[in-house]
């Protein structure tokens, strides 16, 4: 996915040894200079490269470029002989096992400001209701420490777009966090029970 998605991931939280371990399941999507050099590869006179999407059909395939029923949002600038992004999801595969407490989905702005092992550490030290709240609070409380601003001049700040807005201060902040639940495992068995992150 383009830059908005790009570091979205996904972190399970295990208990090993009585202690809460954060591994990551998803890959970063940053663009390393491997990815980089790849793309360039494949699109050489393209400077303004995005290496996944969801719709934009008239990118992804030749046939659709040249048919004037798919609407585009900005000019190809001549005819692709292959697709530019591509329309593959990225899926990971894992067996959850006993141990296995809770998944945090997150965006950008929370792994910006929060580690995996930051981020598993507040879901298993606080109450389960509004957790996904507090993961956000404290990734707002990092962003403020700094930038050398206050929780509240974060959150007086307009959105958009220019140099005192929200989005100066941090990207979007989404959190999900699911709690895995004993019974799935007392009614399935464990080698039967997986997650798939795409």
């Known amino acids: 996915m383009h830059p908005w998605l790009e570091n979205s991931c996904a972190v399970i939280g295990t208990m090993v040894n009585r202690k809460i371990h954060a591994e990551q399941l998803t890959r970063d999507h940053k663009i390393n200079d491997q990815a980089i050099s790849e793309l360039k590869s494949k699109h050489p006179d393209d400077p303004n490269i995005v290496s996944r999407t969801i719709g934009d059909a008239y990118l992804k395939r030749p046939e659709f470029m040249l048919h004037e029923s798919f609407p585009k949002f900005k000019k190809v600038p001549k005819p692709c002989t292959s697709g530019v992004p591509s329309a593959e ?8 096992t006993e141990n296995d407490k809770f998944l945090i989905f997150a965006s950008v702005g ?6 995996n092992e930051q981020a598993a550490e507040i879901v298993q030290k606080n109450p389960r ?13 990092e962003a403020a420490n700094r930038r050398n601003v206050t929780y509240m001049d974060i959150q007086a700040a307009a959105l958009g777009h220019d140099n005192m807005s929200r989005r100066s201060f941090h990207d979007d902040i989404s959190v999900i966090v699911l709690f895995l639940a004993k019974k799935l495992f007392l009614r399935r068995r464990v080698h039967n029970l997986f997650i798939a992150c795409i």
Do not use: D, I
Request: charged share 20%; no cysteine.
């Open 110 to 115: 929370l792994w910006e400001f929060l580690s």
């Open 129 to 141: 209701n509004g957790v996904a709240k507090r993961l956000l609070n404290s990734a707002l409380a």
């Open 89 to 96: 999801p990225e899926m990971f595969t894992r067996v959850l």
